[in-house]
C-alpha cells in the first residue's frame, strides 16, 4: 500500500524462473530504499523452471516518502511509499481539528462584526 503506519515497509515480489523445467535455484533479490534508506540482499525461495513464486519482503525504511525498490539481475520494479508512525497521523489529525475550528470561529466573528456595524 502507499500509506503504511510504521517505519517498516512490507510488501511482496513475483519471481519467475524461465529455465527449462529440471532447473531451479534460490534467487538473491535486492530490496532498497531510498532516500536515505538501506539495501538488503534476501535470498527468495526455491524456484523451480518454468515457475514464478511470490515472496514477501520487509524492509526498515525510516519515516516519510521513500522509494522502495525490488530487484533481481536487470529485472527492477519500484514503487513511492509514504510511512508514518501511527502517533504521528492522531497529531496531524489534532492539529486539522484544531485549525479548522479556529477558522470557523474566525469567520463566525467576522460575521458578526459586519452585522452590528450597520
Same mark, same amino acid.
Given at each position: 500500500p502507499f500509506v503504511q @503506519? $510504521?517505519? &517498516?515497509?512490507?510488501g511482496t515480489y513475483s519471481i519467475k524462473n524461465t529455465g527449462t523445467e529440471g532447473t531451479g535455484f534460490y534467487p538473491k533479490?535486492?530490496? $532498497?530504499s531510498r532516500p536515505w534508506g538501506s539495501n538488503q540482499q534476501l535470498e527468495a525461495s526455491l524456484l523451480f523452471g518454468g515457475r514464478e513464486r511470490?515472496?514477501?519482503? $520487509?524492509?526498515?525504511?525510516? @519515516?516519510? @516518502?521513500?522509494y522502495v525498490e525490488v530487484s533481481y539481475g536487470? $529485472?527492477?520494479?519500484?514503487?513511492?511509499?509514504? &510511512?508514518?508512525?501511527?502517533w504521528m497521523l492522531i497529531v496531524a489529525l489534532l492539529i486539522l481539528l484544531v485549525i479548522g475550528m479556529e477558522f470557523a470561529l474566525f469567520r463566525r466573528r467576522r460575521k458578526s462584526k459586519s452585522s452590528t456595524s450597520l
Amino acid at each position: 500500500p502507499f500509506v503504511q @503506519l $510504521s517505519n &517498516t515497509v512490507k510488501g511482496t515480489y513475483s519471481i519467475k524462473n524461465t529455465g527449462t523445467e529440471g532447473t531451479g535455484f534460490y534467487p538473491k533479490v535486492n530490496v $532498497s530504499s531510498r532516500p536515505w534508506g538501506s539495501n538488503q540482499q534476501l535470498e527468495a525461495s526455491l524456484l523451480f523452471g518454468g515457475r514464478e513464486r511470490t515472496n514477501d519482503f $520487509s524492509v526498515n525504511a525510516g @519515516l516519510g @516518502l521513500r522509494y522502495v525498490e525490488v530487484s533481481y539481475g536487470a $529485472s527492477k520494479k519500484g514503487q513511492w511509499v509514504v &510511512t508514518v508512525a501511527p502517533w504521528m497521523l492522531i497529531v496531524a489529525l489534532l492539529i486539522l481539528l484544531v485549525i479548522g475550528m479556529e477558522f470557523a470561529l474566525f469567520r463566525r466573528r467576522r460575521k458578526s462584526k459586519s452585522s452590528t456595524s450597520l
